[in-house]
């Protein structure tokens, strides 16, 4: 069998996390995590120290150099796009974290040169792969919902995120591009329909006074071919003693039923005195356990969108094909659908109108 080689593009807050998820795969199938891209000199030198393989500071240079199969990007929203033309030009497969692209025109550039290369393109939409929502996607293929009437979605994180974390490329983005587009995606799997108009709002005061120029926060009606009308409230400038990172959570509502998941209060809840305040544990995201061999192990659906790409190569190599893995995974098409919507929220709020998808 041959050897699938992973290169990872970014290996920063989250790109450490395809780290760990494709070394953990490499003992029991032919996945092989072969060399990883990083700009951070101090990362790099920490990275080789951890993993023992080839690290460069030049993307281009790790695909030139290293025979890949695959590519994994984790770099910056706004920087997906040139990475994903040229491993996609080179023949590689590639995993992509959310957006695909800041642009619905480099979105569907992306996704058209994967499919005339006939390479696997999936992106990291890991909402999919939360149990609970698995079981909502059951249910309402059970036709227990009827017809879809509405819904509303939150997804928010603390000011931490856009503050201190990603404050050198926050201006490059903004809550839809970084947060809504998870729920967007996710609404469009759950009921299987999608979006046809877009009416937004947003305001921008709390991170322009501190010199950020995004949205603090925006608003989104989103009107879906099935009729449903979902709104969606996404914002990054939640206090710092907020129990968790990330508020989130969605309710539907059919003519036959009525769903509701709070996705950051899980029922877990601690307090210690050597801690800031109250904190919700959403430990189904990510989480480590103890292996018999004394290894620490990454699981939990966070893992599992990311290594789900690794056994869409490990299937391909095994002789099935695209086209049988259609429908299964979050693809490019999937990621220029939510690159669309999330630009026309985008020029709604400029525009001040209802954009028609």
Known sequence: MKTIRIGVIGAGRFGIYHLHAFRQMESKSAIQLAAISELDPVKRKLLELEFNI?????????????????????????????????????GLHLFVEKPLDVSSEGAREISDLAKNNNLLLQ???????????????????????????????????????????????????????FLGCHFIDLMIWLMGSKPVSVYAKGQKIKLKGLGIDTFDAIQSMITF??????????????????????NQ??????????????????????????????????????YTIKESSGNEKYVGYGIDSIQHFAKNLCSLNNGE??????????????????????????????????IVL
């Open 123 to 177: 992106v990291d939409f890991h909402k999919r792969y939360d149990p609970y929502h698995i079981e909502i996607k059951q249910l309402i293929e059970q036709n227990k919902f009827g017809n879809f009437l509405y819904g509303y979605c939150h997804m928010e994180d603390k000011i931490i995120v856009p503050r201190d974390w990603f404050k050198d490329w926050v201006s490059h983005s903004s809550p839809i591009w």
């Open 321 to 354: 094909t695209l086209e049988s893995l259609n429908g299964t995974y979050p693809s490019g098409r999937d990621g220029y659908e939510v690159s669309k919507v999330s630009e026309a929220i985008h020029i709604s709020i400029n525009s001040g109108k209802e």
């Open 249 to 286: 959570g969605f309710r539907l509502i059919g003519t036959e039923g009525i769903i509701e998941a709070d996705s950051e209060n899980r029922g877990t809840l601690s307090c210690f005195s050597s801690e800031n305040g109250v904190r919700n544990h959403n430990s189904g995201f990510m």
């Open 225 to 246: 071919e099935n009729n449903a009308v979902i709104t969606f409230d996404n914002s990054w400038i939640l206090p710092e003693q907020f129990s968790s990172i990330v």
């Open 54 to 90: 080839p690290i460069y500071s030049d993307y281009k240079e790790m695909i030139e150099k290293e025979d890949l199969t695959a590519v994994s990007i984790a770099t910056q929203d706004h920087l997906h796009k040139d990475v994903a033309i040229l491993a996609l030009s080179k």
